[in-house]
């Protein structure tokens, strides 16, 4: 089958003849249609995360994407949850083992048998990639391939993280909400959820035609912040002393120096946007965490339960997804420049 395989860290990718997968029990073959290509591609391609790098190492994985969608062509002994035929999607968990006290709580997330697609099992940069069961995602009639995709990493990430506005900080609708990197594939995603969910919303980006998308997104407030000081002030202007809750889809490290900046006191950061280890830790010292009160709510990803209501809100039309374009897997080198470059706003996706 055709695959995209990283040679050496940061170099092109190689499209390559490389065998389909084998499945092993409650595993099931996936027939590639789209990936889409999530801002974590691009960092592991770079090997910017030294813990991902590792795993890599050890399992030989140079295949990789998490944002496939396509048909179930096979299924592995005693699979009973999937059958082929069926529309799938495939995310960065590639199985959790259900039965450990993380999975017990519905917290797979922490699983510590998980196995991650890209870095433990081959991605969706290519014609096959196999998944558990368990973790395969459902794709509902009426969501297209190129939704389903993007929604097993960025969109689902991006649900998952507002969600945890009500979930954990309980916080009622009519207050106000940023979102930073909001023209992004997981932003854009974000702000939509978050209007949906009642809130008011400022979205966040750099530069004027990305600020332009998030206006047409249906935000409260589009902030450019290209120049911070300004956009600080504007939004404390904007919002009567900040947001109460800041949601950081950027993976840059200035996205967070701006929402620590733009919350009001025991406001809500929710950590989801993950720069590479070199751009340093989030720029929050023990006494200004003390004197803002803010608080930290870390979100990674999403679950089934949690894709099941997210693909809700797209058929309901209260979410649209942005697809800028379906390209040939051949692109992927050029996508990942663009990507770097915040040449597009949305999502693109590779057809392998
Ligand atoms: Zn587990
Ligand atoms: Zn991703």
Redesign the pocket.
Request: net charge neutral.
């Given at each position: 089958m055709k695959a995209a395989v990283i040679k050496e860290w940061g170099k092109p990718l190689v499209i390559e003849d490389v065998p389909i997968p084998t499945i092993g029990p409650g595993e099931v073959l996936v027939k590639i249609n789209v990936s889409g290509v999530c801002h974590t591609d691009l960092h592991i391609w770079k090997a910017d995360w030294a813990g991902a790098k590792a795993i890599q190492e050890a399992t030989g994985v140079r295949i990789i994407g998490h944002e496939g969608a396509g048909v179930v062509k096979e299924v592995g002994p005693g699979t009973t949850l999937i059958s082929p035929g069926e529309r799938v999607a495939i995310g960065w968990y590639n199985y959790?083992?259900?039965?450990?006290e993380?999975?017990m709580q519905g917290l797979?997330h922490w699983?510590?048998?998980?196995k991650y697609t890209t870095l433990h099992v081959p991605g969706t940069f290519a014609e096959y990639t196999k998944v558990h069961e368990r973790v395969a995602i459902k794709i509902p009639d009426g969501i297209k391939d190129e939704e389903a995709g993007p929604a097993a990493c960025g969109g689902g990430t991006s649900y998952g993280a507002v969600r945890k506005l009500i979930t954990i900080a309980h916080l009622p609708p009519r207050k106000w909400v940023a979102v930073i990197g909001a023209a992004g594939g997981l932003g854009h995603i974000a702000v939509q959820v978050a209007k949906a969910f009642g809130y008011k919303v400022v979205g966040v980006d750099l530069e004027p035609k990305r600020v332009e998308f998030v206006e047409k997104l249906g935000v409260d407030l589009a902030v450019d912040a290209t120049k911070p000081e300004e956009a600080i002030k504007l939004i404390k202007e904007k919002t009567g002393g900040g947001v109460h809750a800041a949601v950081v889809e950027t993976p840059a490290i200035g996205g967070y120096d701006l929402a620590i900046k733009i919350l009001r006191p025991v406001g809500y950061m929710v950590v989801v946007g993950c720069p590479g280890d070199a751009e340093g830790p989030i720029p929050i010292t023990p006494f200004i965490n003390v004197v803002t009160g803010i608080r930290i709510i870390p979100s990674m990803v999403a679950m089934p339960y949690e894709y099941k209501e997210f693909f809700d809100l797209i058929l309901e039309g209260k979410v649209k997804y942005h697809i800028e374009a379906i390209e040939p897997l051949e692109n992927l080198n050029k996508i990942f420049k663009e990507l770097e470059e915040r040449a597009y706003v949305g999502r693109k996706c590779v057809k392998p």
């Open positions: 959790v083992c259900g039965v450990c993380y999975c797979p699983c510590p048998n998980a």
